[in-house]
Nanobody, 114 residues
Framework: VQLQASGGGLVQAGESLRLSCAASVSLSRFKTIGWYRQAPGNQREFVARITAGGQTDYSDSVKGRFTISRDNAKRTVYLQMDSLKVEDTGVYSC?????????WGQGTQVTVSS
């Protein structure tokens, strides 16, 4: 199983970015797929996740600004990030659970400048 994250970049506060996490297998195999981020000097933290049934969950810090969605035909999960803040800066990684196995993609850097 491979997860390929992309879409990061450098934006100004208030702008938007959309991250993509493309899977090498059908999304239906995964119980949940989520996004995590890690800022320099900080531990990795949960951002958002979506279940096989389409239920979504967000951290309080991004609720109302970020939207996670999935396109099963493209085997891709998206993270739409709006109204970005400087504190959203970090390396964003996608994670998927298949049974008891957890898979991680490589990270994509998001930098938000003031």
């Amino acid at each position: 199983v491979q997860l390929q994250a992309s879409g990061g970049g450098l934006v100004q506060a208030g702008e938007s970015l959309r991250l993509s996490c493309a899977a090498s297998v059908s999304l239906s195999r995964f119980k949940t797929i989520g996004w995590y981020r890690q800022a320099p000097g900080n531990q990795r933290e949960f951002v958002a996740r979506i279940t096989a049934g389409g239920q979504t969950d967000y951290s309080d810090s991004v609720k109302g600004r970020f939207t996670i969605s999935r396109d099963n035909a493209k085997r891709t999960v998206y993270l739409q990030m709006d109204s970005l803040k400087v504190e959203d800066t970090g390396v964003y990684s996608c994670n998927a659970w298949w049974g008891t196995a957890s898979f991680w993609g490589q990270g994509t850097q998001v930098t938000v400048s003031s």
